[in-house]
């Protein structure tokens, strides 16, 4: 497990929880557990600790932070923003603060979660099962795998001088069972029952038969245990076997706790990178993604999941935090470990444009985003549509490529439901000018106005005759073919717009101008 740093602790729960006053020793130092301060009990040494001042006003706990320095701790944590700053700094310990009314054991809960449950770089928490796999197969007398109830392999056994066959050798080989419907029906046979199962060897030349046991947890079935039966099991190892699988539904849990802590700091601190409030460096070490080949900070890129909006209010939550899951595990699947959050309806994920563990690049984005709809599509039985932001040059831009994303969401419908911001650039650069243009009175205003004004007035079509002309690069047999009108139609219409309604047609900069209002203001859009 990596150690836990400070920056890595305010990355985590930073923000409203627990805010930093000053860092005299930087943010890398580490934090390796959080005590309460017990006035009525000698200050012990602890090299790293966080001190919770429990009973001490902030602006008393100036000798409070020169003690936590002489026993090696790394920072004290105060009630209320007037913490003995000075103090702090001249001690050379880190200073936080949390709310007034915080609740003591609430903040010492959260903190001690965050730092003693921190994921390791490898982020799987399963190591300890590898270690359960040899003790199994050393009492048991046989080759032992732990598989998940997917029938992926977990951990598997490696000590010397037991016997394995083909289905043992290929399943480590690709961490996966391999498939047949004979090894579905042993896997009906284990689920079913109530404890240890002996199995025949499956059809193959080598293939011997299995002693295996479902791991189980208040009647969740959590994976299962697998031992190879060469004829040499230890007499007890049924025994053996089934108390093998209570330290297994112990580890998976702890590795399942695990896991979803790491996605809920990791999805905290991507919210925090999508509005641009977390610090990129530290950001960067959390979730893996630090710098690239070239010493540069490595790309990424923001692609963002929205539900279509028929779905009914009632079922909007449910359904987007189910959509929230399934982004997870695709992205997960790809790219190992991942960051991606729900906000405000809107599910956001954080994709390398690097090499990731997979094979692929940044021009696959969208072919997963395309996967992740369709399936979204079949498991959510509701239309799902998904924008992918520029790529950026690293964490400190993630809020742009959010930007973006937001951006292609607002132009995708049923015709087009996955983009990339540079395959709508058109759209969403006009739809940022409608914007614009609307909020700038002097920028609003013009002649397209009057033009739209009399059409609604007099049932006349000089706004879609004008929009035409100017998309045909002022041709009038374009526009003529455009509106699937003469050519004499187009002029006619023109000549009045231009008597009627005072356009000059002839400056080419109010041409600019009244194309770019009737596009964006007027609605006309690329209508005809």
Not at 279 to 292: E, F, Q, T
Not at 302 to 312: N, T
Not at 473 to 500: E, I, S
């Amino acid at each position: 497990m990596d150690a836990c740093t400070l920056g890595d602790l305010l990355d985590v729960v930073g923000g409203p929880s627990l805010r930093l006053q000053t860092a005299p020793a930087g943010l890398a130092v580490p934090v390796t557990e959080a005590l309460l301060y017990d006035a009525h009990a000698p200050l012990t040494r602890a090299p790293g600790a966080l001190l919770l001042a429990v009973g001490v006003r902030a602006s008393a706990a100036g000798p409070l932070a020169r003690a936590a320095a002489e026993a090696g701790m790394s920072g004290l944590v105060v009630r209320g923003p007037d913490g003995p700053l000075a103090e702090a700094e001249s001690a050379g310990v880190a200073l936080l603060s949390v709310d007034e009314d915080a609740a003591w054991h609430h903040v010492h809960l959260l903190l001690a979660s965050a730092i003693g449950a921190r994921p390791s770089a490898a982020g799987s928490g399963l190591g300890d099962l590898f270690a359960l796999a040899d003790a199994v197969a050393a009492a048991v007398g046989g080759a032992t795998a732990i598989e998940d109830p997917r029938q992926r392999i977990l951990a598997y056994s490696t000590v010397p001088g037991q016997p394995v066959d083909e289905d043992r050798r290929t399943g480590i080989l690709g961490l996966q069972v391999p498939g047949s419907p004979a090894n579905s029906e042993q896997y009906r046979v284990l689920f079913a029952a109530e404890g240890v199962v002996r199995l025949p060897a499956l059809e193959g030349s080598d293939n011997l038969p299995r002693l295996a046991v479902a791991v189980r947890a208040g009647g969740e079935t959590l994976g299962s245990l697998w031992v190879v039966d060469d004829g040499g099991l230890a007499p007890d190892a049924e025994e053996a076997l089934a108390q093998g699988a209570s330290t297994a539904a112990l580890l998976l849990l702890r590795a399942r706790a695990a896991q979803e802590l790491a996605r809920h700091q990791n999805g905290d601190l991507l919210r925090r990178l999508l509005d641009g409030t977390a610090d990129p460096a530290g950001a960067a070490h959390r979730l893996g993604m630090g710098l690239g080949p070239d010493g540069n900070p490595a790309p990424v890129r923001v692609a963002a999941f929205v539900l279509d909006s028929s779905v009914s209010a009632a079922d909007v939550e449910q359904t987007a935090l189910r959509l929230l899951d399934l982004v997870r595990l695709q992205c997960e699947a790809r790219y190992g470990r991942h960051a991606g959050v729900l906000v405000d309806g809107v599910v956001y994920a954080l994709l390398p444009a690097g090499a990731p563990r997979r094979r692929t690049n940044r021009h696959s984005h969208r072919g997963l985003a395309e996967d992740i709809v369709g399936r979204a599509g079949q498991a959510l039985r509701v239309p799902v549509r998904a924008g992918l932001g520029d790529v950026v040059g690293g964490l400190a831009e993630v809020r742009a490529s959010r930007d973006d994303a937001d951006l292609v969401l607002r132009v995708l419908g049923p015709e087009l439901p996955v983009a990339t911001v540079e395959e709508v650039r058109p759209r969403v650069t006009l739809l940022r000018l409608t914007e614009v243009l609307g909020e700038r009175r002097e920028l609003s205003a013009g002649g397209w106005r009057r033009v739209l004004a009399h059409d609604a007035e007099h049932g006349t079509e000089y706004a879609r005759t004008l929009v035409a002309w100017l998309d045909a690069g002022c041709d009038m047999a374009g526009a003529a073919r455009l509106l699937a009108v003469h050519a004499n139609t187009c002029r006619y219409r023109l000549r009045q717009a231009q008597q009627q309604l005072g356009i000059d047609l002839d400056d080419p900069d109010e041409r600019l101008v009244l194309w770019l209002q009737l596009r964006t203001l007027g609605g006309l859009g690329s209508r005809h």
